[in-house]
């Protein structure tokens, strides 16, 4: 699997790959012996190349705490804080309850992991086609779908600095260093590049079904064809929501090519929904685990409805090191009931609160509630591998997430245990996510019958991971506020949902005026808080050439 060589690279490649600590993360000078002159020379040259880029989706707590769970969920009506009180961690509290600055610790590191990413990327780019000439032994085939990865990489690492930072600066190249202080560029430029990207990317990579078991967790056609989706149903929203708005000047709704290339995906007949007849599977959880709750656990990774996730494992290394996640550890409950009544620690931090918003958007028996949410009733199984009641005494809201929990023999009791170890993969693009976003580009076109066939494609598979019963299929008119609640409890806790909310410019609704369990007053304003600010740190190195956001 393509996770076990991500910590190969962070030794091959570290004199060649050092960012200077003194510089904008848009620098990335050499500062040790060793330079790209003397190192593209050869195929393993490659791979190690391509691994480095795939290696900073799993930078310590970028990927998966900071910019899925705290700028993707934190943010949005679906999650508080949360911890053993409301502002146990400043940090995430300040982006629950939008007080962070620009100044903010969690904004500057994502900003320097993507931008670091794509700097692997563009080097890989221009760097690695010279080594057909370098060695004979080169396979020019294999250099083709590198290339298309590291393509598919750059694409991915902008959608998600454009989803939160928005305007941000383009760099398709190796920068030269009269080029380190580039201002912020059009979304609209951005997404050019992305899209680009993703044509030429999806007209090289495999399927997921071409891939060796070694190769299981690279970039597929697949991926590049969601991800695509995914930017052109951004566009569209941004097109249709933000008229006249000068954040995205010349964008425009495609929602009909968001829709092609949805039905290209679900026509390519390589992912399905697991579970979605009502199918059980062997887990930590029991014999007999649902669908939904089964692509969450370790047993469940690259299942058929996965098109790409980051691959973590456990591998020992130390605290900057690792290949692994952080969720598990901050998101699983913080307390047990024992049989006297008296409150246990299960040894977890219990953040990232759900909301009772988010509880009551769904049917009370609707498995993906049941999947997502550890409520009254539930347990948690803690160090020994023991199932105890959990406790919420300490929970704002009543309520700790479930949805990365392990078994204790998977993290707890797992061989270099850590707060930041955990193996479980993050899914940054599953099918049912496919479907939705088909269901709404139908919705936007006019096309009821698709909009209801692909929206109750995804309610009928939770109906089935149930009793049966619940969600009941949409009939009539299926509409844009169905689509968005239906989003919002499939995808719940995957990062997803506060951009989703400004796309559909409706965060102001729902965020502004709002409170914290404690009572502080939450102020959402636009457009100040349609995008995150550039870190102070780049706007201070630039010399005033990178133009702060509006509001900030």
């Known amino acids: 699997m393509i996770a076990k060589i991500y910590k190969i690279c962070l030794f091959a490649l570290a004199g060649l790959l050092i960012q200077s600590c003194s510089d904008s993360f848009l620098d990335f000078d050499p500062v040790a012996a060793e330079n790209s002159a003397s190192f593209y020379l050869t195929m393993n040259h490659a791979e190690l190349a391509v691994a480095a880029a795939y290696s900073t989706l799993s930078t310590?707590?970028?990927?998966?705490?900071?910019?899925n769970f705290v700028m993707g969920d934190v943010t949005s009506n679906d999650a508080e804080a949360g911890g053993d009180f409301e502002n146990e961690v400043p940090g995430t509290e300040d982006f629950n309850r939008f007080t962070f600055l620009p100044t903010s610790g969690a904004l500057g590191d994502c900003y320097g992991v993507m931008f670091r990413g794509v700097h692997f990327c563009n080097t890989g780019l221009e760097k690695i086609p010279n080594i057909l000439e370098t060695d004979p032994n080169a396979d020019p085939e294999i250099i083709n779908?590198?290339?298309?990865?590291?393509?598919?990489?750059?694409?991915?690492?902008?959608?998600?600095?454009?989803n939160i930072f928005g305007q941000v600066p383009l760099a398709d190249h190796?920068?030269?260093?009269?080029?380190?202080?580039?201002?912020?560029?059009?979304?609209?430029?951005?997404?050019?590049?992305?899209?680009?990207d993703l044509k030429e990317a999806m007209a090289v990579l495999p399927e997921k079904s071409a891939l060796s078991s070694q190769n299981i967790g690279r970039a597929t056609k697949g991926a590049a064809k969601a991800l695509l989706a995914r930017m052109l149903i951004f566009e569209s929203s941004y097109a249709t929501n933000f008229p006249g708005d000068a954040r995205f000047e010349g964008m425009t709704a495609r929602w009909q090519e968001a829709l092609d290339v949805c039905e290209d995906i679900r026509n390519s007949g390589e992912y399905s929904l697991?579970?979605?007849?009502?199918?059980?599977?062997?887990?930590?959880?029991?014999?007999?685990?649902?669908?939904?709750?089964?692509?969450?656990?370790?047993?469940?990774?690259?299942?058929?409805?996965?098109?790409?996730?980051?691959?973590?494992?456990?591998?020992?290394?130390d605290y900057t090191l690792t290949r692994a996640g952080s969720l598990v550890q901050w998101t699983s409950a913080r307390y047990y009931s024992n049989p006297d009544g008296t409150q246990g620690t299960t040894g977890y931090w219990g953040l990232g609160w759900p909301t009772q918003s988010l509880v009551d958007e769904y049917d009370a028996d609707d498995a993906r509630l049941h999947a997502n949410v550890n409520m009254p009733g539930d347990s948690i199984q803690i160090s020994g591998g023991v199932n105890h009641p959990t406790n919420f005494?300490?929970?704002?809201?009543?309520?700790?997430?479930?949805?990365?929990?392990?078994?204790?023999e998977q993290f707890a009791n797992a061989g270099g245990h850590g707060w930041q170890k955990s193996p479980a993969n993050i899914k940054?693009?599953?099918?049912?996510?496919?479907?939705?976003?088909?269901?709404?580009?139908?919705?936007?076109?006019?096309?009821?019958?698709?909009?209801?066939?692909?929206?109750?494609?995804?309610?009928?598979?939770?109906?089935?991971?149930?009793?049966?019963?619940?969600?009941?299929?949409?009939?009539?008119t299926v509409t844009l506020a169905q689509l968005i609640a239906e989003r919002r409890m499939e995808l719940a806790f995957e990062g997803r949902r506060y951009f989703d909310m400004v796309r559909w410019n409706i965060a102001r609704d729902l965020l502004n005026n709002t409170e914290?369990?404690?009572?502080?007053?939450?102020?959402?304003?636009?457009?100040?808080?349609?995008?995150?600010?550039?870190?102070?740190?780049?706007?201070?190195?630039?010399s005033g050439k990178i133009t702060q956001h509006e509001g900030w």
């Open 60 to 67: 310590r707590t970028a990927w998966d705490r900071d910019i």
């Open 274 to 317: 697991v579970g979605s007849e009502g199918e059980t599977y062997s887990t930590w959880r029991g014999p007999e685990t649902n669908g939904y709750q089964y692509m969450f656990t370790i047993e469940g990774e690259n299942c058929a409805e996965s098109i790409f996730e980051i691959q973590y494992i456990n591998d020992g290394l």
């Open 174 to 196: 190796i920068l030269l260093p009269s080029e380190y202080d580039l201002d912020v560029a059009p979304i609209k430029d951005i997404y050019l590049l992305v899209e680009q």
């Open 393 to 408: 005494d300490n929970s704002g809201t009543g309520y700790y997430m479930k949805k990365y929990e392990l078994s204790a």
């Open 428 to 476: 940054l693009l599953r099918y049912a996510d496919v479907l939705l976003m088909a269901s709404e580009a139908a919705i936007m076109l006019g096309n009821n019958a698709k909009a209801l066939e692909y929206i109750n494609m995804v309610r009928s598979r939770a109906r089935n991971c149930g009793n049966g019963t619940v969600p009941a299929d949409l009939t009539g």
């Open 516 to 542: 914290t369990p404690l009572g502080f007053p939450i102020v959402w304003e636009s457009p100040k808080n349609d995008f995150m600010p550039i870190p102070q740190r780049e706007i201070t190195t630039s």
């Open 145 to 162: 779908i590198r290339l298309a990865e590291l393509k598919f990489l750059r694409a991915l690492n902008y959608m998600y600095l454009t």
